[in-house]
């Protein structure tokens, strides 16, 4: 990559499919995966990192499927620097049109001390060894030095010369457990390209967690010393504080082009349809002061705000919300409405039907949800296409009927019919409440062994006739699953949020988790 491109265009590496899956339950199926990554091509990201290839067939088979469909984007797979690990990343890439592979191996002092056991040299050959390996399946080959934010300047300086000089386009700087400082690791990119010698034969980036807050603030600082790619996630989803946001670090540099050198080439219309998307995927709902993305990002109650607003945007407003994919949020569509116009609609919102039989059953959930409620937004759209996929798949177990009793003074009851594995049981619980009771008919039937780690309602939109959409995160012998469920009656989606969970948990794939080694 020439000089000029790397230093005017920012490169952005999205790894919500890779990162944001080790967030705690935010596990997705394959179909789940393609659908974010057609959202993320859509909106022009230069990298989508697919998975990690390795830690089990499921990632592999993900992987595949996404280099296969995706044609605009590169699609990377993430490989430990592990001849099995190289090779398997390369077999699920083959169908991509631009593939790359992620190699990396820990250079700090703790982690090569107390988790390779491995001394500096050993690992700096083995580095090099596997960015040689990956060159064999593509020429675009990114190296990370893991927890290279505790790693010692002159051994990063060593190993980032030694696997350019191997191959590696590419040079991630991970602040892998979120112990940076903005101006440090900002001046650590900058000494690296300055003392490298062989550093202007690859694009420098970051990927940088948010375990102090600062996973954009070290972002930001590293691309105003010298970086031109950035890793980050939709909503900064990732494990434990999450990572670096791409909203919030996309439009950082868009709107302050008087600091930043570069920009990026999304199109940052598809940011807020993409960050419902991977809400809706995950059941991870964005907090309503969650900048850019957030319900209340560009909301104003303060009658100084709303006057200023009225005669000038710009007196409190620093972006347009439209430039981000905010709009009315209404579809103006009702049961009347016809198919066309419904498909049409959710097209432009990201979601495509796979088959005319998946429109016409979705058309029909929408027209039963009109009959419930008067007015039908976007969100509504998204929840019922999601609520569809939640209970479509995998269903072990299925909701038949449910009835709950809940009055003052009286302790609260559930009867419901569950299909199990194509037959029929029935129940009866009382618990602290109907959605408490539900929980216990089910269980009284399933006997899961699980424990319930959350409970977490959300309205989709305003009015009294809102959907809830309802999470429910499960975990057993340390495995943690989510399930979601959304109905204009809260206990029926609470109900089947729970039911969801549980058909995840029939399918336990036993993967290795991701976090092998984290970058």
């Not at 569509?333 to 198919?339: A, I, P």
């Not at 008067?374 to 939640?390: G, M, Q, R, S, T």
Request: hydrophobic share 40%.
């Amino acid at each position: 990559m020439s000089n000029e491109t790397s230093n005017s265009k920012l490169i952005i590496f999205d790894t919500t499919l890779r990162d944001g899956e080790q967030s705690p339950g935010a596990s997705m199926t394959m179909d789940e995966k393609v659908r974010i990554a057609k959202a993320l091509e859509k909106m022009r990201v230069d990298i989508i990192e697919a998975g990690f290839p390795i830690a089990s067939q499921g990632d592999f088979e993900s992987v595949k499927a996404v280099a296969s469909v995706i044609k605009n984007s590169t699609v990377c797979g993430l490989a430990r620097a592990l001849e099995k690990d190289i090779s398997r990343a390369g077999e699920a890439l083959k169908p991509a049109e631009s593939s790359r592979i992620h190699t990396f191996i820990a250079t700090s002092p703790i982690h090569m001390k107390m988790k390779l056991r491995m001394q500096p040299d050993d690992v700096l050959a083995q580095a090099v060894d596997a960015v040689k390996m990956a060159r064999q399946f593509t020429d675009n080959v990114e190296f990370s030095p893991e927890d290279a934010g505790r790693s010692e300047l002159d051994f990063l300086c060593r190993i980032i010369e030694a696997v350019i000089d191997a191959g590696a386009t590419t040079i991630n700087i991970p602040d892998t457990v979120g112990y940076n400082i903005p101006h440090q690791f900002g001046e650590l990119i900058k000494n690296l390209i300055e003392r490298i010698p062989n550093s202007d034969k690859a694009i420098f980036s970051v990927h940088c967690h948010n375990d102090l807050g600062l996973a954009v603030g070290n972002s930001l600082a590293s691309i105003l010393n010298g970086a031109r790619q950035v890793e980050c996630t939709i909503n900064g989803l990732g494990e434990r504080a999450g990572n670096a946001s791409l909203e919030e670090i996309v439009m950082a540099v868009r709107t302050r082009q008087d600091v930043f050198a570069c920009d990026s080439d999304l199109d940052t219309t598809q940011i807020v349809p993409c960050s419902k998307l991977v809400s809706g995927i995950t059941g991870f709902p964005v907090q309503p002061n969650k900048a850019i993305v957030g319900a209340n990002a560009f909301a104003h109650e303060s009658g100084i705000h709303q006057d200023g607003i009225l005669k000038s945007r710009e007196t409190y407003e620093i972006m347009r919300a439209q430039d981000v994919g905010w709009s009315d949020n209404r579809m103006v569509l009702g049961k009347h409405s016809g198919r066309n116009a419904f498909k049409s609609r959710l097209q432009e919102l990201n979601v495509e039907f796979s088959s005319e039989q998946e429109l016409n059953e979705t058309f029909t959930r929408f027209k039963e949800l009109a009959d419930k409620k008067h007015e039908i937004f976007d969100d509504d759209l998204i929840a019922l296409v999601a609520d569809a996929n939640w209970s479509t798949e995998n269903e072990h177990y299925k909701l038949v009927s449910l009835r709950v009793c809940s009055e003052t003074g009286e302790t609260p009851m559930a009867s419901l019919v569950l299909e199990v594995g194509g037959k029929e049981v029935s129940a009866n619980a009382s618990g602290g409440g109907p959605v408490d009771a539900s929980f216990r008919a089910i269980e009284s039937i399933v006997n899961s062994e699980t424990q319930l780690q959350l409970y977490s309602v959300n309205n989709i939109t305003s009015g009294t006739d809102a959907q809830g959409e309802v999470t429910v995160r499960l975990e057993k012998a340390g495995r943690i699953i989510s399930g979601q469920g959304a109905d204009t009656d809260i206990v029926i989606a609470s109900t089947n949020a729970y039911i969801n969970a549980l058909n995840k948990l029939e399918k336990t794939d036993n993967r290795e988790h991701p976090q092998l080694g984290d970058v």
